[in-house]
């Protein structure tokens, strides 16, 4: 099965930015969304991007401070996180959304990333 890809990842402080970059292997005719998994921790939603990069949605512990975008030309999906918190250090994945625009089950993604790691240090 063909997997996204998921880089940038790395350390940064407390109150730092990141942006993390996925290469939508299946294309750009699927919604988007990123997870992230903590150590000991379930694999949680994190944010959705929809096939025109217009529409996003998020959850409450980022809404406000990630990011979703895409750039279609170049298959690419991007999470911007910015104010990063020692909590939201995590193995981030990105993943194509096979069931209707909403979906934030693990179950309702597809073709998973093998993951990018992100820790913030306090």
């Known amino acids: 099965q063909v997997q996204a890809v998921e880089s940038g990842g790395g350390l940064v402080q407390a109150g730092g930015s990141l942006r993390l970059s996925c290469a939508a292997s299946?294309?750009?005719?699927?919604?988007m969304g990123w997870f992230r998994q903590a150590p000991g921790k379930d694999r949680e939603f994190v944010a959705a991007?929809?096939?025109?990069?217009?529409?996003?949605y998020y959850a409450d512990s980022v809404q406000g401070r990630f990011t979703g975008s895409r750039d279609n030309a170049k298959n690419m999906v991007y999470l911007q996180m910015n104010s990063l918190k020692p909590e939201d250090t995590a193995t981030y994945y990105c993943?194509?959304?096979?069931?209707?625009?909403?979906?934030?089950?693990?179950?309702?993604?597809?073709?998973w990333g093998q993951g990018t790691q992100v820790t913030v240090s306090s």
């Open positions: 993943a194509h959304m096979t069931r209707p625009w909403g979906s934030q089950r693990e179950a309702e993604f597809g073709s």
């Open positions: 299946r294309g750009t005719f699927t919604h």
């Open positions: 991007i929809s096939v025109s990069g217009t529409r996003t």
